[in-house]
């Protein structure tokens, strides 16, 4: 079954914005650590930004002070607000889920494209 659905991105001109979304199943027990990775053409998948069930967050440098992830418990929700979006930003971005377990669930993935 589907168990993480992404939605939200799309083509945006340099400078634009785009939000992210990734609702995870109540199916995946134990939810804590959401968050986004991207992988970009010919090149690995990246963290982007992340998330723990307490708040806390981390971010890739190149994306600090343009991103903004958050979530929302109740939901099972994690999103991502991406400011600023440069060309490089472009890729296909990943939503991740860790439960307690440390297993990892993965969404399908949503391609970002900006153009300069």
């Known amino acids: 079954q589907v168990q993480l659905v992404e939605s939200g991105g799309g083509l945006v001109q340099a400078g634009g914005s785009l939000r992210l979304s990734c609702a995870a199943s109540r199916s995946i027990y134990g939810i804590n650590v959401m968050g986004w990775y991207r992988q970009g053409p010919g090149s690995q998948r990246d963290l982007v930004a992340s998330?723990?069930?307490?708040?806390?967050?981390v971010y890739a440098d190149s994306v600090k002070g343009r991103f903004t992830i958050s979530r929302d418990n109740a939901k099972n929700t994690v999103y991502l607000q991406m400011n600023s979006l440069k060309p490089e930003d472009t890729g296909v971005y990943y939503c991740?889920?860790?439960?307690?377990?440390?297993?990892?669930?993965w969404g399908q993935g949503t391609q970002v494209t900006v153009s300069s």
């Open positions: 998330i723990r069930s307490g708040g806390s967050t």
């Open positions: 991740n889920v860790q439960n307690s377990y440390l297993w990892d669930y």
